[in-house]
């Protein structure tokens, strides 16, 4: 497969009144064309401001991109300002993202034909009859029935489900090379988050799209996911393919991830403890003071970097890596 996406240190902080937060700390990672990467980790661990930043959508002030590079198409996006033509043309035409709430995605005073067929006028330059018929035939691709009578009618009057189906269409108008689901499900009931996973995965397969799936929940990545990084404060601790890290996590917090899947007849096993403040961050593991496996050496080392143990699977503890015999 091409290599659609490389990013490379990819560093975001917000300035608050306490202190710098480093909510993306020296990233890196890729995704080629057609493939399906899952980000998981908590909440705060830096997996939707990462997704924000490529898009050039985080807020600033306070916050900003201070280090790294972004290559998508070979292009590298980091090096355009967030208002700037080339990342307006470029977000929602070839890369797209679907947010956690659609609430507050879609314009509440603006019907959803106006807001769909916005998009294609803009980045195609299509008449507003042909952008209201592609719109049509997009909402009904997504399972919304009646789908020209309801480009009439106002983010209010659709359920919570039906409104990310939509959120999906629009997404979608462009067909882009990379679509990215951050959270997009989470607000939903069980029911209507899996349809709308099966959903997303047939688009997906259907137009070969690349799809980075942005969750805290493994089970949902084991099912769709090829390759998954692991996130937490603010860096990746663990990647691999999903076979891979389901079957030999290396990292102690992705083993406490797995361990929260709830599994019929077994008891859920809780990860203890918070997760650190990503203000004045000490060199060590950020993970310590919750790791089960934690020796007397890991609270003088330094954090250790994302390395290699056997082909795509790499890393970032310093208890397996010395296991492992690569540390």
């Given at each position: 497969m091409e290599r659609l996406l490389t990013?490379?240190?990819?560093?975001?902080?917000?300035?608050?009144?306490?202190?710098?937060?480093?909510?993306?700390?020296?990233?890196?990672?890729?995704?080629?064309?057609?493939?399906?990467?899952?980000?998981?980790?908590?909440?705060?661990?830096?997996?939707?401001?990462?997704?924000?930043?490529?898009m050039q959508l985080v807020q600033s002030p306070p916050g900003r991109i201070v280090a790294g590079s972004a290559e998508f198409n070979g292009v590298?996006?980091?090096?355009?300002?967030?208002?700037?033509?080339?990342?307006?043309?470029?977000?929602?035409?070839?890369?797209?993202?679907?947010?956690?709430?659609?609430?507050?995605?879609?314009?509440?005073?603006?019907?959803?034909?106006?807001?769909?067929?916005?998009?294609?006028?803009?980045?195609?330059?299509?008449?507003?009859?042909?952008?209201?018929?592609?719109?049509?035939?997009?909402?009904?691709q997504v399972g919304i029935p009646d789908a020209t009578k309801r480009l009439k009618d106002y983010p209010h009057q659709f359920s919570g489900g039906m409104r990310q189906r939509v959120?999906?269409?629009?997404?979608?108008?462009?067909?882009?090379?990379?679509?990215?689901?951050?959270?997009?499900?989470?607000?939903?009931?069980?029911?209507?988050?899996?349809?709308?996973?099966?959903?997303?995965y047939e688009i997906v397969n259907k137009y070969n799209l690349a799809l980075t799936m942005v969750t805290h929940n493994l089970g949902v990545v084991a099912r769709y996911a090829d390759r998954v990084n692991v996130m937490y404060a603010g860096r990746i601790i663990e990647t691999g393919t999903t076979k891979e890290i389901w079957a030999n996590p290396l990292h102690p917090y992705t083993e406490g991830l797995i361990s929260c899947v709830p599994k019929l007849g077994q008891k859920?096993?809780?990860?203890?403890?918070?997760?650190?403040?990503?203000?004045?961050?000490?060199?060590?593991?950020?993970?310590?003071?919750?790791?089960?496996?934690?020796?007397?050496?890991?609270?003088?080392?330094?954090v250790a970097e994302l390395t290699p143990v056997d082909g795509q699977h790499a890393t970032a503890c310093n208890v397996r890596l010395k296991e492992a015999g690569v540390a």
């Amino acid at each position: 497969m091409e290599r659609l996406l490389t990013v490379k240190g990819l560093t975001t902080e917000f300035r608050t009144e306490r202190g710098i937060v480093k909510a993306v700390n020296n990233v890196s990672y890729h995704i080629d064309g057609g493939e399906i990467l899952g980000i998981v980790g908590e909440s705060g661990c830096g997996k939707s401001v990462s997704q924000l930043s490529l898009m050039q959508l985080v807020q600033s002030p306070p916050g900003r991109i201070v280090a790294g590079s972004a290559e998508f198409n070979g292009v590298d996006l980091l090096k355009y300002g967030r208002k700037s033509k080339e990342m307006s043309s470029i977000r929602g035409k070839d890369m797209s993202m679907i947010f956690q709430e659609p609430m507050t995605s879609l314009n509440p005073a603006m019907n959803i034909g106006k807001q769909m067929s916005e998009v294609l006028i803009t980045h195609l330059g299509t008449t507003v009859a042909e952008a209201m018929e592609r719109s049509a035939d997009m909402l009904s691709q997504v399972g919304i029935p009646d789908a020209t009578k309801r480009l009439k009618d106002y983010p209010h009057q659709f359920s919570g489900g039906m409104r990310q189906r939509v959120m999906i269409a629009m997404a979608m108008l462009c067909t882009p090379k990379l679509l990215i689901a951050d959270e997009a499900t989470t607000a939903l009931d069980a029911t209507i988050q899996a349809q709308l996973l099966e959903l997303l995965y047939e688009i997906v397969n259907k137009y070969n799209l690349a799809l980075t799936m942005v969750t805290h929940n493994l089970g949902v990545v084991a099912r769709y996911a090829d390759r998954v990084n692991v996130m937490y404060a603010g860096r990746i601790i663990e990647t691999g393919t999903t076979k891979e890290i389901w079957a030999n996590p290396l990292h102690p917090y992705t083993e406490g991830l797995i361990s929260c899947v709830p599994k019929l007849g077994q008891k859920l096993e809780a990860i203890q403890g918070m997760p650190p403040a990503l203000i004045d961050r000490p060199p060590t593991c950020p993970f310590l003071a919750r790791c089960k496996y934690r020796q007397s050496e890991c609270h003088k080392e330094p954090v250790a970097e994302l390395t290699p143990v056997d082909g795509q699977h790499a890393t970032a503890c310093n208890v397996r890596l010395k296991e492992a015999g690569v540390a």
